[in-house]
């Protein structure tokens, strides 16, 4: 992305200086960035032109870049200079805490690969979240019990029901993978599961097949998405197998009477239910909505001003256990570290 609008904190030349400070040419520095985007199903190129584009600070890494550099130098956005940090955030490097990578057999790693994932959520909940702060607690709480044993319970025999929901481009969607690498819980986004059939059915109404705004889709056709996700979500639930939401979930978490019956319906069957809302700024979302370049967001970006306005970016619905903060994508930045940590200490 070329760099064509100010942008608070970058400072290109932190790149260059923490390249250096590795010994690493830029030819090496890309083959690191390559290994790293194929590990973790990053979109980078890693060519030395384009290494030295962002360290002369003529492009803007793009956030798939920004991940990886996190990752090579085991730091943060704002310690590599990409941007301002949030209030409170640590800008030290990261790895001061990261245990030492050990084999998985021997004594002590899994407790020490789950209080890197303990430091890792706790990092990325958002300390505005007021309301029923101890449901998140338990939730995060089992999450690093279900990794332990790669178990779908915490001692019980009771599912869970997960919804992580947020606005498009917030992060939701890597946010609940990363939950469901760790806990072994089956995942599901609902654009996986229904966006084919959301297409054609809006060409059979003689609808646009991007269409994710008009009453066409709002009142006809996102009813019957959210039915499919749920349903799917019900048969695993009732085979008592822990499952993980990922969808907007707008209009249900801001509706308190839906998600009352929602569990009420699950705590009948013996199912807890936890609602996590990703938190972001408008600016981070539209990077990664220009990014993923997906037809269904044209109207979004042609019109986003209007659709901005429409946003609630200070404050999470009413019904939400977790609050996850990832402003300017520091909790997805999170994530990955912790990935990368648990993945030195178990091989």
Aim: proline share 6%.
């Amino acid at each position: 992305m070329v760099a064509t609008k100010p942008r608070p904190g970058w400072q290109p030349e932190r790149l260059r200086e923490r390249r250096e400070s590795h010994g690493l040419s830029l030819e090496a520095a890309g083959d690191q960035l390559r290994r790293i985007g194929e590990r973790h199903g990053l979109h980078i190129g890693g060519d030395f032109q384009t290494l030295w584009r962002h360290e002369n600070g003529t492009v803007y890494p793009g956030p798939h870049y920004r991940r990886a550099y996190c990752l090579m130098y085991r730091s943060t956005e704002p310690d590599l200079g990409f941007r301002l940090p949030l209030p409170g955030e640590n800008v030290a490097e990261p790895t001061a805490a990261v245990p030492v990578p050990s084999p998985a057999t021997e004594p002590g790693a899994t407790e020490e690969a789950a209080s890197t994932i303990t430091k890792g959520l706790d990092q990325v909940t958002d300390a505005t979240q007021d309301r029923d702060p101890e449901a998140g607690d338990v939730l995060k709480n089992r999450v690093v019990t279900a990794w332990r044993g790669r178990a779908l319970t915490d001692g019980s025999n009771k599912p869970v029901l997960v919804l992580v929901g947020g606005y498009a481009g917030s992060g939701k969607t890597e946010f609940a993978r990363f939950l469901g690498d760790i806990s072994g819980w089956t995942f599901l986004d609902k654009d996986s599961l229904t966006r084919r059939l959301t297409e054609r059915l809006l060409e059979s109404m003689g609808g646009d097949p991007h269409d994710r705004h008009t009453s066409l889709y709002m009142d006809h056709v996102r009813p019957l998405e959210y039915k499919c996700l749920m349903d799917t979500a019900n048969d695993n639930i009732d085979c008592g197998i822990s499952t993980i939401l990922a969808a907007p979930f707008i209009a249900e978490l801001n509706d308190e009477a839906w998600l009352s019956r929602l569990t009420n319906r699950c705590r009948a069957k013996g199912v807890d239910v936890a609602a996590i809302w990703v938190r972001c700024d408008a600016d981070s979302m539209r990077e990664y909505i220009e990014f993923r370049d997906a037809p269904r967001d044209a109207w979004k970006l042609t019109h986003w001003e209007q659709y901005a306005e429409g946003l609630n970016t200070q404050s999470s619905p009413p019904g939400v256990h977790l609050t996850i903060d990832n402003r300017l994508g520091a909790a997805i930045s999170i994530a990955d570290q912790t990935r990368e940590a648990l993945r030195k200490i178990l091989t």
